[in-house]
């Protein structure tokens, strides 16, 4: 069930983030723009990506949004209210509402407690649960991220990548959260491990009523899950649309150059041409005017000179370029690829049939597992 | 030395039934692999952590210390002789010579203490009869032809002055430096960014025509697969489920493995519904299945796949597949209806 999606959980207004090093041996301070007044909103019961490069400032906004860092400048609105400005002990309320699932499920869980102490803490500062409740929810927890209840005695090492990603995703829903904020929550597991985490959280997703923001540098895996994208470069926003706009037609030349570099599982299709000149810049000294300048193929002296801001051009979508116009009429058609034999196609469907026969019940309430396809990765 | 066009079609490299062993280890980490690679071709190994792609790699490297795994069988025919049995102080001859590697992380291949032109100068005399001026203006070719910009003045920047996109140039121009016949590729462009990785695809494959070296690139990305393999071999729990012409392999895949693994990767193109996904995960050494081993994962499996592993048998001229049950769509006719 989808909740009027007008309305906005989380905005960001002009936030900015610099994080400053200390006067080293060898020279002055240096003082980068992590994030650099960016503004957009989040609408309730979407999902929201944020994509690019590293060091493009994805993840410290990821972390202004729920306060895990506190903006330099701007503001940041959860449910209109602004939570830039509150205190640690004002803001633990919140916690509750806005939970993070992190990158690496190796390093994000604490080796010294069992699994079922792991889920339960969030309960314990969050909620007036009896113990006897909170082990119930634990358990509860488990089965809806595909673990099984007996898991919660033991400890995160005796548990796979995919595995420990999903008692991430089980302590991020105990608190009963309202936004939950993925940082690269796939990209550290194998393809077919990620594609099982993917359906999970959409399927969560679509349980809890959640608000998903996802932080992630695979496009694909943002294509398949995401409604509203935006793209950032060098701490700033580029392009802000809607899934399949974004993907029909790229109007920023940075998304262009970041579709064509992604290569495509096809042989047909062999035609990653990189028009990128040489390596993103360091944050710590960006280029003037636009900062995409040094590597885009459309560049002209204006944008060397000037900023351009990101800018509604129509259908709730945004971009920051002077020669939009011109750059998304330029870009060749992506070819049809050539389909698949029949016979192949046969296969493929038989596949996702046949995978699908012991599971065709949604996560929550996957049973106790069958005598194939044993456990979840 | 310039490539020998007489190599052309032959193998550079031809590995026969290699199994390897962890000491005491309850299954073959690596099991009856075998393929071949000849000159200016590239071949793909692809499958997920564990499947023994890696280790494959650096067995014929030489780069395993016996100590810990052991050869169990097989041979790996290159140059005449075989890599497998070759003592240590041969093998290191060839390696960075005739064989050169590159490996997944650039941050940590280079030696930190040093300046990059010496790093690549060291590799040039170690295997050269060339002194320290020749070797180093064969640094600066390398970096110019692995297109570093203003490569004079890089040559005496350390690896941490570098990106990492610029640090793979560098590893890449320190395995080129003695002209190799086969050139084998861990994983090069995993750690990099998108467009970063993108030219270093284009990069290797700009000089793998100009050079006629023989390519073997192990990876997990299928996007990368598509985008440079000539022939693709599929690997899973250290077997070779599947191999043939890239073309094949991704228009015709033929084992539930490369068929799931396939429809388990989102696509850029229309947006489709629920991911298809491989239920389970790979088999531990010590709980392998006696069977086929992707057995208990396979949506297709029948009591007769636990009971003896499945040969590569030929699908079509050039592409073969390990399952009884190939071609899926014959063998569950009904299943589809």
Redesign the interface.
């Known amino acids: 069930m989808k909740l009027k999606t007008r309305d906005k959980v989380l905005e960001a207004r002009s936030v900015t983030k610099r994080f400053t090093s200390k006067a080293g041996f060898f020279g002055p301070a240096n003082v980068v723009r992590a994030v650099n007044e960016v503004s957009l909103e989040i609408k309730r019961g979407e999902t929201f990506s944020i994509v690019g490069e590293s060091g493009c400032g994805k993840s410290t906004l990821a972390r202004l949004l729920v306060r895990l860092l506190k903006p330099s400048e701007g503001e940041v609105l959860y449910e209109g209210n602004d939570i830039s400005t509150l205190t640690e002990v004002q803001m633990r309320r919140l916690r509750k509402d806005l939970q993070f699932v992190f990158q690496d499920p190796f390093s994000s869980l604490n080796p010294r407690m069992s699994v079922g102490a792991i889920v339960e803490e969030p309960m314990k500062v969050h909620s007036t649960l009896t113990r006897t409740e909170r082990r119930e929810k634990v358990a509860e927890l488990l089965r809806k991220v595909g673990l099984r209840a007996e898991f919660a005695g033991r400890y995160p090492h005796e548990f796979s990548g995919g595995q420990r990603q999903r008692i991430g995703i089980a302590r991020a829903l105990a608190s009963g959260p309202k936004v939950i904020i993925g940082d690269e929550p796939v990209s550290a597991l194998d393809v077919s491990v990620q594609a099982q985490v993917i359906n999970l959280l959409e399927d969560l997703k679509r349980e809890f009523d959640l608000t998903l923001i996802l932080i992630a540098h695979d496009l694909a895996v943002i294509r398949h899950m995401s409604d509203r994208i935006a793209v950032m470069y060098l701490g700033e926003v580029v392009e802000l649309a809607e899934n399949d706009a974004l993907f029909d037609k790229p109007l920023h030349p940075y998304t262009q150059a970041l579709m064509r570099a992604i290569p495509i599982p096809s042989p047909h299709s062999r035609a990653i041409d990189v028009d990128l000149k040489g390596d993103i810049p360091s944050p710590l000294d960006p280029p003037d005017g636009c900062r995409f300048h040094t590597r885009c193929p459309h560049a002209s002296q204006l944008c060397e000179r000037a900023k351009p801001h990101l800018t509604g051009v129509g259908n709730g979508r945004q971009v920051a370029c002077f020669h939009w116009e011109t750059v998304a009429d330029a870009q060749k058609k992506p070819e049809q690829l050539p389909p698949r034999s029949a016979a192949a196609e046969t296969r493929f469907a038989l596949f996702r049939q046949l995978s699908q026969r012991d599971k065709k019940a949604p996560a929550s309430t996957i049973k106790a597992p069958s005598e194939r396809s044993t456990e979840n990765a | 030395m310039p490539a020998e066009d007489s190599l052309a079609g032959h193998a550079v490299l031809s590995v026969t039934g290699l199994a390897l062993r962890f000491k005491g280890a309850a299954a073959n980490v690596v099991d009856g692999v075998s393929f071949s690679v000849g000159a200016g071709e590239t071949l793909c190994i692809v499958g ?2 564990g499947c023994g792609k890696s280790v494959t790699a650096l067995s014929l490297m030489g780069l395993l210390p016996r100590s810990v795994a052991q050869i169990v069988s097989g041979t790996a025919l290159f140059d005449g002789r075989d890599l497998l049995s070759l003592p240590p102080r041969a093998m290191a001859d060839i390696r960075g010579d005739r064989l050169a590697m590159i490996f997944q992380e650039p941050m940590t291949s280079l030696n930190p203490a040093y300046r990059i032109g010496d790093q690549i100068a060291e590799a040039v005399i170690r295997h050269r009869r060339v002194g320290k001026q020749d070797a180093r203006k064969r640094a600066l070719e390398m970096l110019d032809r692995v297109r570093i ?1 203003a490569a004079a003045k890089r040559l005496d920047d350390y690896p941490h002055q570098l ?1 990492g ?2 640090r793979q140039r560098v590893m890449i121009a320190m395995a080129l430096a003695n002209d190799p016949q086969l050139l084998i590729a861990d994983e090069p462009t995993t750690a990099l ?7 270093i ?2 990069l290797i494959g700009e000089l793998q025509k100009e050079t006629g070296t023989a390519l073997i690139m192990i990876t ?8 440079i ?1 000539d022939k693709v071999a599929v690997m899973y729990a250290g077997r070779i489920v599947e191999e043939g012409g ?2 094949a392999i ?5 084992h ?1 493995y490369t ?11 229309p ?2 519904g ?9 088999p531990t050494v010590d709980r392998m299945p006696s069977g086929c081993r992707f057995a ?6 029948r009591p007769a796949c636990d009971t003896v592993p499945p040969d590569l048998a030929p699908m079509s001229e050039g592409h073969s597949a390990a399952c009884i049950n190939a ?3 014959t063998t ?1 006719a009904e ?2 209806a």
Do not use: W
């Not at chain 2, 208990?296 to 499996?301: E, G, K, T, W």
């Open positions: 997920e952590s910009p990106s996109g610029m960014d998108v467009t970063i990785q993108a030219q695809i284009d997990h990305d299928l996007g990368v697969v598509a985008e393999a890239a073309g991704f228009d015709d895949p033929q539930p068929i799931g693994l396939m429809s388990s990767v989102p696509s850029i193109g947006r489709s629920r991911l298809a996904t491989i239920g389970g995960m790979v208990p994962r396979c949506p297709f499996a071609p899926l769509e569950f299943a589809g």
